[in-house]
Every structure is written in structure tokens, then in C-alpha cells.
């Protein structure tokens, strides 16, 4: 006989409804509920977009439910989407003179500039510019990518141009189509943004030309002079990690820590891009390790460690100088992060060892209450929860929830997939994906109980873990193996499990 909860029992037993709210509702009136299977099935709620609040009236319990609704474009800006990614330029023409709007985005973040662009349509980017699409926006929804990034890797050198005619002018646009075109061979295009957005002495250091550095330094270049966005050519120089451009910069009197609009620094922007041998050159110089960007307020080890969580070794090395050279390893961001936090999160496995050598605080606390702990069981990254309790993590610490790590071991729901319309979304393979999450939640959830983890803890709406673990049937392993061990509640009822 075990005791388990009755808001469990109910949900599984198929006897409660759950129910979605309008986004735009603040309060769950009858009209504004739509039904959906305590599976997670989406059903017909197509009216229903973006991430909602599920919320349950039979026994008053809300919890966050995420899921695909119907295409953000109305029916008329769908046409001229795919239109511009067909090349129907007759059709494109039609719509644009009904004044179809032309910066509609789908629900991935796509609109038919970039779609043009992405598919080598020339004429129909030259027709959607000169109708006033926004060059300069950027789609970083997915993976980052821009306007001009699309154009360089089609190798299209006409589109090129007609971007780089039309105001193309944000920094991280032309730095990361000029890396694209370089890294790709494309030198007449990786030409064309240089001499568009960069000085004479910037493109020498981009192409490490010391000799013609050196020549426009003697016959007067300024070393310092800016473009709009505060660039520098010292931060050109570190962006492309020349090592030797920085050194003779430095040596004519380039300022070190000359900042950007952004707040950068030479040093971050190097850090960020991991130009392991541009950061060193830095340091050596005297560049300030402990310096913050203007808008998060990260130093240079904080914006390297909110990169994607690579572990190559040369890349670690860039964590070992900045600790080296009096990085702060317990120095917070404007969210109250820290860098063993985000590492943690980012899954920086030999990382965290290393800020932990250097003594990185492991229970301090960001804004929301989380500690690195938290933010390593909910990114599922098994090794560093077992690293960090080995170093003395607080195993029963909330956040300001109130949810101690446990409790999130079951916090994570019906997910938002992005990238694809509902209808062709594979849901097979999603679940693949969730069935691995799940194993590792429950890996986790085993580890925290061995090292003394409160399994009767509440949050500040008086939820267990099981009362969690029970709002989705990506849950059932975290119900079944919760099962196994002793719980308490504050409503409960006894019955017969099967062994």
C-alpha cells in the first residue's frame, strides 16, 4: 500500500479537464477556454497561438503549457511569402499593389526579403527594397542568421550589392557576413562589404597586411577613429584574431579599452568570438578582464561562456587567462548569473571544474533565487549536477518560487516546436527527443533524492513534485518512479498499487 496524491490520481484517471486561455485574456472566463486532452494533443485549438496558460477549474491549479497554433500571417501575406520564395515576381508585383504588408513574419521569424535573398531571387529583392523592406532586419529567432549572411552564402554578388546599397549598416550584420565570405572563398563579396563598411587601416588588419597597416599608420591614419557603432580598428583586429595587427595597433597608441555602442571591448569581442590568440595578445596588454558591456552587464568570461557550451579544449584555455588574469569568477550579470551558472546551464562540463577550482561560489543565488545547481538540473546535464553536489551544492535550496532542484526535475511541459508548420511537425521524432529528456530528468531526480533531497518539499502554491510531475504524460516515469519512495501530503488518499 502507498499513499499518493488525489490531484494525481484524478488527472490520470482521465476524471479532470484542462483547459487553455486566450493570450490576450487576463482572467478564465467560459468563452475563453478551449479543451485539450490531458496528453498534451493540441485537438482544435487552432484560434490559440503563442505559449498560453493552462489552467484546470475542477481543482484550481495553473501550470504552462507550450504548443504550435495556425501560421501568424494572414492569408494574403502567406501569398506574398511564398511567392518570394518561389520567384513569382508577377505575383509578388500584384500583392505589393494591394499593400499586402511586406515586413509580415511567420511564426518563424521569416519575411519575404529574407526569403528572396535566401533563395537567389534578385529581381524580387531589388522590387521588395525599393517598396521599403527593411534591410537591416535581423533574424536571430533560430540560428542567428541575417539578411546579408543569406546573400554570401548563396554567393550572390548582385544581391550583395543591392543590400550593401540599401543601408545595411548594423556592426554585427557586416561582421558576420564578412567571416561567412571568408570562410567560404568568397573574395570577390568578402571584398565588397570591406571596402562598404570598414576604413582603409581596418581592412589591412582584417587581412593582416602589416606592411600596409604600417604604411597608412606613418603617412597619418588615425588608430583610433570610430565608425557610427564605436568600432574600432583595434576590435576589427580581435574579432579576426590578428594576433600581430593588434600588437603593432597597441604599440601606435591604440586605446585598449576603447568601447562600442554595445559597451564591448576589444577583449570581449575576441572572448566572444573564442580568438584564443587576439584574447592573449589583450591580456598581455593590460586589458581589463572584469569590464562589463553596457546592456547585460557581462565581462569578457561571462559573454565567452554564453556561447553554445563547446568544449574544445583550445576554447577552455580562453577560460584559464581571463581566471589567470583576475577574471572575477563570482561576478554577476544584470540577472544576477554568475559564470558557474551559465556554464552549468550551457552543459561546460570541464568549465565548471575549472571556475569551481578557482572559487566560484556554487550556492549563490541569481534574481529569480536559481543557483547553479538549479540551472544544471534544468538544462538535464546529468555530470555537472553530479559535480557540483560533489562540491557541496545545496541539494534542498528553492528558488523564489519556491521550487527546490528536485522540483525541476518535473518542470518541463508540452514543448514548443519551432521551424515548422503544425501540420508537418514530426511529432515521432519530437518525442524521441522528449523520451531522452525525460530519462535524463529521472536520472537526475535519483541523483538529488541519494544526496538528500526533500521529495515532500512544496513551492509557494503549496505543489509537490508529484503534483507536477503529474500535468503531463511526458511525465509518467517521473509518477512511477516518485511512486517508490516515501511521500506525504496534504490531501491524500490510500490505495493498491501493482508491484
Known sequence: MKELNLVCLLLFCGKCSSYVIKPESNEATADQMYEITTDGTVGTTEAVEEITVAYNDTIGIKHIVFFRGTSALKENEKE?????????????????AKGVNIEAKDRNGRTSLLEA??????????????????????????????????AVETGNKEIVKILLDNDVNIRAIFSLALRTAVKLNQTEIANLI????????????????????????????????????????????????????????????????????????????????????????????????NVKDDDRELNSLMIWLNNDGDNKEEYNDIVRMLLDHGANVNDKNKYGSTSLMLSAYNGQFEVVQELIKYGADINTKDNQGSTSLIEAVGAGNVEIVKELLKHGADVNVKDNSGKSSLMHTAHFYVELIEGEDAKDTDWDAHAKRGDAKKRKKVEIAQILIEHGADVNSSDNEDDTILIKASFTNAMMHLFQFFC????????????????
Open 194 to 289: 570591406k571596402n562598404h563598411g570598414y576604413t582603409s587601416l581596418m581592412v589591412a588588419a582584417i587581412d593582416g597586411q602589416i606592411e600596409e597597416l604600417t604604411r597608412l599608420i606613418k603617412n597619418g591614419a588615425d588608430v583610433n577613429t570610430k565608425l557610427e557603432d564605436g568600432y574600432t580598428c583595434l576590435m576589427t583586429a580581435a574579432e579576426f584574431g590578428q594576433a600581430d595587427i593588434i600588437q603593432i595597433l597597441l604599440d601606435h597608441g591604440a586605446d585598449v579599452e576603447a568601447r562600442n555602442e554595445k559597451g564591448y571591448t576589444s577583449l570581449m569581442i575576441a572572448a566572444e568570438l573564442a580568438e584564443i590568440y587576439a584574447v592573449k595578445k589583450l591580456l598581455e596588454n593590460g586589458a581589463d578582464v
Open 484 to 499: 517508490q519512495v516515501e511521500l506525504t501530503s496534504v490531501q491524500r488518499i490510500t490505495m493498491d498499487l501493482p508491484v
Open 80 to 96: 506574398l511569402l511564398e511567392a518570394s520564395t518561389a520567384g513569382n515576381l508577377e505575383q509578388v508585383q500584384q500583392l505589393l
Open 117 to 150: 535573398v535566401k533563395n537567389g531571387h534578385q529581381n524580387i529583392v531589388q522590387l521588395l527594397v525599393d517598396h521599403g523592406a527593411k534591410v537591416n532586419y535581423e533574424h536571430i529567432r533560430r540560428e542567428g542568421m541575417k539578411t546579408l549572411s543569406y
